[in-house]
T-cell receptor, first 112, second 115 residues
Framework: DAKTTQPPSMDCAEGRAANLPCNHSTISGNEYVYWYRQIHSQGPQYIIH???NNETNEMASLIITEDRKSSTLILPHATLRDTAVYYCIVRVSGTSGSRLTFGEGTQLTVNP | DAGVTQSPTHLIKTRGQHVTLRCSPI?????VSWYQQVLGQGPQFIFQ???????GRGNFPDRFSARQFPNYSSELNVNALLLGDSALYLC??????????????FGPGTRLTVL
């Protein structure tokens, strides 16, 4: 499994953009990068995923570097409700199934 | 549409007992995966089922078992409970058998406490 590295914690002011980095230097060419978040003791919530192009949806934007060794999740206007643990995951799939391998994630705290 | 549902929400058991946790996937989803999340850690993969067949298994002892029913709902069974089995058990559903863009959506989880 390709491993990911994320900072353990980050702070962001309410209304500002939150930029969450992720390193995945061992990613394979056909593996996707997924982002989930987990608000205290709830089930993880899917945010966005991408392969090599930048992606945007109603929740966030995902910027993947050209060499695909790192990515950044951008929450354009963070609110207090965005306080959560954010997980960057490289998707493993194949004959053995399609498991998500979670790391420790980044605890994002949005401050008023 | 309803999301992934899990029951019960909370459960308290004693060591040595067994437990059955249930999961109903999103309508139209045929794959169910189970994860265990111990306090302070990220979720760990236990099983994946697709069309009633096991398609993946994580590094968990044989005390853990699961099955998927014809309506695609699933049960996770844990026998001979240990204190270390106390965790949030998460179920995730997805449409297919795990292609690279087959997104998993999680339920709220079942909080199991073993005393």
């Amino acid at each position: 499994d390709a491993k990911t590295t994320q900072p353990p914690s980050m702070d962001c002011a309410e209304g500002r953009a939150a930029n969450l980095p992720c390193n995945h230097s061992t990613i394979s060419g056909n593996e996707y990068v997924y982002w989930y978040r987990q608000i205290h003791s709830q089930g993880p919530q899917y945010i966005i995923h991408g392969l090599k192009n930048n992606e945007t949806n109603e929740m966030a934007s995902l910027i993947i570097t050209e060499d695909r060794k790192s990515s950044t999740l951008i929450l354009p206007h963070a609110t207090l409700r965005d306080t959560a643990v954010y997980y960057c995951i490289v998707r493993v799939s194949g004959t053995s199934g399609s498991r998500l391998t979670f790391g420790e994630g980044t605890q994002l705290t949005v401050n008023p | 549409d309803a999301g992934v549902t899990q029951s019960p929400t909370h459960l308290i058991k004693t060591r040595g007992q067994h437990v059955t946790l249930r999961c109903s996937p999103i309508s139209g989803h045929k794959s169910v995966s189970w994860y265990q999340q111990v306090l302070g850690q990220g979720p760990q993969f236990i099983f994946q089922y697709y069309e009633k067949e096991e398609r993946g298994r994580g590094n968990f002892p044989d005390r853990f078992s699961a099955r998927q029913f014809p309506n695609y709902s699933s049960e996770l069974n844990v026998n001979a409970l240990l204190l270390g089995d106390s965790a949030l058990y998460l179920c995730a559903s997805s449409r297919g058998s795990g292609g690279r863009t087959d997104t998993q959506y999680f339920g709220p989880g079942t909080r199991l406490t073993v005393l």
